[in-house]
């Protein structure tokens, strides 16, 4: 193995049985062993092959499933894999999983001694690290408290001041400071620039894209357990983005296909007039679900009258995930008259240069006479649109338009 390499993965493959029932006695694990088919195969990891530098701070992400949290464990050596082998040029310290290691029932600074053992630690390496450890994980006041009273933020704090201070050549973390607040996450991003400085390597598997773009060299993209992508994290991280887009696409129109069939299969009588569906498309006429911060919205009313109906009012709503109303603006009150409508037809909703932040949004569409009082048609937030935004500071439900000026004090 090539000495400027700390891990080399080649052709690496990983099946996992799951049982299609719980066996919970010696008797029907006998009957389940001899079933054909009482279990079936899931392929974790597909012929997985690639090389990491020392000092590399490298990404690995994907969907749930894709295969991140195995790979690390077949990295630490927690599972072996089928075929292909690992090779390791150096120490691992792994932080793989909230609470691994602990003993809940001892205190804080027992589970230091404890956890930095397992790591390799001697008592007196222990001893002499022990006040950093617990100064950056900032828990002095708790530390002589049982660590099953931490909330699950304490435990990550303890548990990755020991794996960092374990001063291993290779550290692999999954997920875990996604639990941790922001200013510990920002301590925890300045070890890892010193771990690199050190020539030392650094894996972190993270659904966070801005935090692998940000400060990983490199990054792969995990698959149903193959790689699709493996290079710049900036490219791989929009290469990830691009598919959580396209697959949210697939799922939001199937969902949407759902409805209106159950939707069909509800309705009792025809109506008057009626509200067949809403479309969401770009400025372009596109239809889509998901657009970015900035991109113009149009909601696309479908409507059907079986008779003429005078001055119809149509009204929107958009609200939050979780039902927080946003806007609930309708034609008469936007002062945008409609004369009638009779047949088949639709109306747009625009709303240019959206300035949502990242979320799913609920939109409801309804159908009034002028008087507003009893609706032809009312589709109760029954149709989602989602939005991407890359603005950093995504406090609140939208940007405003804002600007800032100092006030000069005299002395």
């Known amino acids: 193995m090539e000495k400027d390499l700390a891990i080399k993965v080649e052709n690496v493959s990983k099946t996992f049985r799951i049982p299609h029932e719980k066996v919970t006695t010696l008797k029907g694990a006998f009957v389940s062993a001899l079933k054909s088919h009482g279990y079936e195969e899931f392929k974790a990891l597909d012929d997985v092959s690639f090389e990491l ?63 930095a053992a397992v790591l390799g630690l001697t008592h007196k390496q222990i001893d002499e690290k022990f006040d950093e450890i617990v100064d950056f994980s900032e828990l002095r006041r708790f530390i002589d408290q049982k660590v099953k009273n931490y909330s699950s ?96 696409e697939e799922r939001m129109e199937k969902e949407s296909e759902k409805k209106e069939k159950k939707k069909g299969l509800k ?42 109906i005078e001055k119809p009012v149509f009204g929107v709503a958009v609200h939050t995930q979780d039902d927080i109303h946003i806007c609930g603006p309708n034609t008469r009150t936007s002062k945008f008259p409609v004369d009638f409508i009779e047949g088949s037809g639709f109306i747009d909703f625009m709303m240019p240069q959206n300035q949502f932040f990242t979320g799913t949004y609920k939109f409801t569409a309804a159908l009034y006479g002028w008087e507003c009082i009893t609706p032809y048609d009312y589709h109760d937030r029954a149709y989602n649109f989602k939005v991407i935004s890359s603005d950093e500071n995504q406090n609140g439900l939208m940007r405003i338009e804002s600007t800032w000026k100092k006030q000069a004090t005299n002395n």
């Open 53 to 115: 530098k020392k000092g590399e701070f490298f990404g690995i992400i994907g969907r749930n499933g894709s295969g991140k949290s195995t790979l690390l464990k077949i990295l630490a050596g927690i599972y072996q894999p089928d075929k292909g082998r690992v090779r390791v040029n150096g120490l691992i310290s792994p932080f793989l999983e909230l609470g691994i290691g602990f003993n809940d029932e001892l205190s804080g600074r027992d589970n230091v001694f404890l956890n």
């Open 153 to 248: 933020g304490m435990q990550v704090r303890l548990a990755f001041s020991v794996a960092i201070h374990a001063n291993r050549d290779i550290l692999l973390m999954d997920e875990v400071l996604a639990v941790g607040d922001s200013n510990f996450q920002s301590k925890c991003m300045e070890e890892f620039n010193k771990y690199k400085e050190q020539g030392k390597t650094v894996i972190l598997v993270t659904h966070d894209i801005a935090t692998v773009q940000r400060y990983c060299d490199r990054a792969m993209l995990l698959r149903n357990g193959r790689i699709e992508m493996i290079g710049d994290s900036e490219k791989v991280g929009n290469e990830y983005i691009c598919q959580n887009v396209f697959d949210e």
């Open 267 to 308: 309705e009792k009588r025809d109506k008057i007039a009626k509200i067949e569906k809403v479309e969401f498309r770009n400025k372009d006429g596109e239809v889509k679900n998901i657009f970015q911060s900035g991109e113009d919205i149009v909601a696309r009313i479908h409507f059907a009258a079986t008779e003429k």
